[in-house]
């Protein structure tokens, strides 16, 4: 006889794995001719939806979980998402809860957009201040 703690957790693994591959992942990058401070420049896109991705929520952590910057669509949805982000200014649509706090040369930073999809993209700066991607 099979245990049901067992069962449960075999039941929760491919709820999972369900929930994770029908939900298509934000793609997140950084603009090649954008990659400086004080700004720089990030694309998202959504391969849902080919006319705008649809994100609700955007934040900027530095790697000991630090709050750089944070805005959130008002009112909430996803109307105001737009394809590209610029750090620190807020786009339409989007009210600033936190930050923008200064980048700084030598950090490590992950962007983060969420809605029903969500996407990442982790960032360094160097000491020249130019943002390259980097694997979390």
Same mark, same amino acid.
């Given at each position: ?6 069962? @449960? ?14 939900? !298509? *992942?934000?793609?997140?990058?950084? *603009?090649?001719? &954008? ?8 694309? *998202?896109?959504?391969?849902?939806? =080919? ?6 929520? =955007? ?5 000991? %979980? ?13 109307? &105001?998402? =737009? ?18 706090? &200064?980048?700084? !040369? ?6 983060? =957009?969420?809605?029903? @999809?969500? %996407?990442?993209?982790?960032?360094? *700066? ?11």
């Amino acid at each position: 006889m099979r245990s049901p703690r067992l069962a @449960n957790l075999g039941w929760a693994w491919v709820l999972l794995l369900l929930l994770t591959a029908c939900r !298509p *992942v934000l793609q997140v990058s950084l *603009v090649a001719s &954008a990659r400086h401070l004080p700004a720089p420049r990030f694309t *998202v896109e959504d391969p849902e939806h =080919v006319d705008r991705p649809r994100y609700t929520t =955007v934040q900027v952590l530095d790697r000991a %979980g630090e709050m750089y910057w944070q805005l959130r669509a008002e009112p909430y949805g996803d109307l &105001a998402s =737009v394809a590209s982000l610029t750090y620190g200014e807020a786009p339409p649509g989007f009210t600033v809860l936190d930050g923008p706090r &200064a980048l700084q !040369p030598g950090g490590r930073y992950a962007l983060y =957009v969420v809605g029903k @999809n969500r %996407g990442t993209l982790h960032f360094d *700066v160097d000491m020249e201040g130019h943002a390259t991607e980097v694997s979390p």
